[in-house]
């Protein structure tokens, strides 16, 4: 029979086990065994610890990205009126929601005036390739020729950030890109509704996913027209409904992986007198109601992720990011 000394002994004991790092649930002690147990206080051994003090998380792609940017955003060859469109473009935001690595093939499809080429072609130099793809044309002092002027101009001015990139031209009407399945992205910013009003739009997403390795991404932005808005409705305003632009791309072969609403501007009523273009940058009123559209800012702007599917993958459910 125990005694209350024993009981007493014992519960010592335990309770200094408990500090040294056993659990309530392990084996029971019996009571000769754990009156030969030193307690942890007069051991001099520390007890052992479950995790490290101090863990550090790995990095997000997203986070690389970032910190990959944030250089390039600031950079001497950007010119200050495309720095202060950053604020409406979002460019961090919207690099990582595409999922663009700095070690990527990528073709840049229209770059207008170079606002993206000077952000993609500098992060991509090193382990990747910018490509700048610019549609030809016959007349001389048009718009395409401009871009691949300006291209050029980047390339030659800031060899150290643009030496890998370079320039390809292709026809509107039956566009390619290179060689099929050289890239990793495809990107096009605020061209969809251009395309689609020249009746060239088809054949432009086909030859997007021919460019593409299966797996590859699409990624697109434009001039978002009002919920429920048919493409009649938004003839000729530089708008484009959501649901007609996933089509196209779907009909070319694409999957929608996901969408988003980084580039959304809940100010934009999409009907103004001269379009999207009555906005800035246009503001193609002039100086009527200027500060009125000034205060609205850039246009609302759908921002699509779309996936060459891999082969004998089966298609993902479209995710939307707000």
């Given amino acids: 029979m125990s005694t209350p000394r024993m009981h007493t002994i014992v519960g ?19 009571p000769a065994a754990a009156a030969s147990v030193p307690a942890a206080a007069d051991s001099g051994i520390e007890p052992p610890l479950d995790q490290p003090e101090q863990v550090t998380p790995p990095r997000s792609a997203s986070d690389m990205l970032a910190d990959q940017l944030a250089p390039i955003v600031d950079g001497a060859w950007r010119s200050v009126s495309h720095k202060a469109r ?3 473009r979002h460019p961090r935001a919207t690099l990582a929601f595409f999922g663009v690595r700095s070690d990527m093939t990528l073709i840049e499809i229209t770059p207008g ?17 910018y490509i700048a793809a610019i549609a030809r044309s016959r007349k001389s002092g048009d718009e ?13 001015g800031w060899p150290e950030h643009f030496a890998n990139a370079r320039v390809v031209r292709f026809d509107p009407a039956a566009p390619v890109f290179g060689p099929p399945g050289q890239a990793d992205a495809v990107l096009t910013f605020r061209n969809a509704h251009n395309w689609v009003a ?51 791309a779907t009909d070319a072969g694409f999957k929608l992986d996901a969408t988003s609403d980084i580039n ?19 503001l193609a009123l002039g100086t009527t109601d200027r500060e009125k559209y ?12 779309f996936v060459k599917p891999a082969e004998g993958a089966a298609p993902a459910a479209a995710a939307s990011t707000h």
Wanted: glycine letters at 12%.
């Fill in 198 to 248: 020249a009746g060239t739009a088809p054949a432009m997403f086909k030859a997007f996913y021919a460019a593409l390795r299966p797996g590859g991404i699409l990624g697109l932005t434009d001039h978002r027209a009002a919920p429920g808005e048919t493409l009649a409705q938004a003839k000729g305003t530089g708008y484009l409904p959501q649901d007609y632009v996933v089509k196209l």
């Fill in 144 to 156: 395409p020729a401009g871009a691949a002027k300006a291209v050029q101009a980047l390339i030659s």
């Fill in 86 to 88: 950053d604020r409406y």
């Fill in 12 to 30: 010592i004991t335990l309770g200094a086990l408990l500090l040294a790092g056993c659990q309530p649930n392990d084996a029971p002690i019996s």
């Fill in 294 to 305: 000034l205060a609205i800012g850039e246009s609302d702007r759908m921002t699509l992720r």
């Fill in 264 to 282: 959304a501007n809940p100010k934009d009523t999409r009907h103004h007198p001269k379009g999207v273009w009555t906005l800035p940058p246009t």
């Fill in 113 to 129: 005036g170079g606002w993206y080429t000077e952000l993609l072609a500098p992060l991509v130099n090193d382990d990747g390739q």
